[in-house]
């Protein structure tokens, strides 16, 4: 590759970012197609993939291009402390639909409904691919492949299905919304065929989602506390489910 710079500016807008080394590293183990991918020190980079990633270090190799210090400050609007950074192609989004909405499912799916923090749902799809979770899709204007979301969940966006949708296209399944009206969710199995639907941490559930929802279940909360974090929440509900033989 002789010009990786024109090249990245060629595919920028067409393409997901992967900002750090740990976004790359996990993009390529879960398959992702890495179009162009630089560092400010090959070297440093391959040693940190013997040490922390192996398994792709063969795959880095033959990925990464070495490029000046501004060169590569130029192509990403927040320098990763790693200093290194790739573009991949967007999964399809007709491929990942197919995929939630194929029966029986092993895993859940997340649903965040309106959610409005970028790095909170970046965080929900790290633990949710880390879960083995069927997908995370999302409600509302935010865009679930934002730099900032995908940069959060260190490209673990590539381990699992992630989409944009509206309620009415919320993919099959009995629907649980997690609500502090709800039932106690230690008095309930979470199937595996499950939906697990989660507002946002100001407004909590929108009426429509609220309205389709199967069941309504609660976390259990100290009295006088008002929430709990996003990903805290999606992470205590996918470990109940995971009691009973998830992950």
């Not at 440093?44 to 270090?57: F, H």
Request: glycine residues 8%; negative net charge; proline residues 8%.
């Amino acid at each position: 590759m002789t010009d990786p710079a024109g090249l990245w500016h060629r595919l920028a807008d067409s393409c997901v970012l992967l900002d750090g080394f740990h976004a790359l590293k996990h993009a390529v183990r879960f398959g992702a197609e890495v179009t162009v991918a630089v560092t400010v020190d090959r070297g440093a980079t391959l040693a940190l993939a013997d040490e922390l990633a192996p398994d792709v270090r063969r795959a880095l190799d033959a990925l990464l291009t070495e490029v000046p210090e501004p060169v590569y400050a130029s192509l990403v609007p927040r320098p990763h402390p790693t200093a290194v950074a790739a573009l991949a192609v967007r999964p399809s989004r007709a491929a990942h639909l197919e995929r939630l909405a194929l029966m029986p499912r092993t895993a859940p799916v997340v649903v965040l409904d309106q959610p409005r923090n970028l790095g909170n749902a970046g965080a929900v799809i790290r633990l949710a691919a880390g879960f083995g979770a069927t997908g995370v899709v999302t409600t509302g204007t935010l865009d679930p492949w934002h730099p900032t979301v995908v940069r959060a969940g260190a490209g673990l966006h590539f381990a699992t299905a992630v989409e944009r949708v509206t309620v009415g296209e919320l993919p099959p399944g009995p629907l649980f919304a997690l609500d502090p009206e709800g039932d106690d969710i230690r008095g309930t199995k979470l199937p595996d065929d499950a939906v697990l639907a989660f507002g946002s941490e100001r407004s909590g559930l929108s009426a429509d989602l609220r309205a389709r929802a199967d069941h309504l279940l609660s976390l259990p909360m100290r009295p006088q506390v008002s929430s709990y974090n996003l990903a805290t929440s999606v992470a205590m509900t996918l470990y109940h489910w995971s009691l009973d033989g998830g992950v």
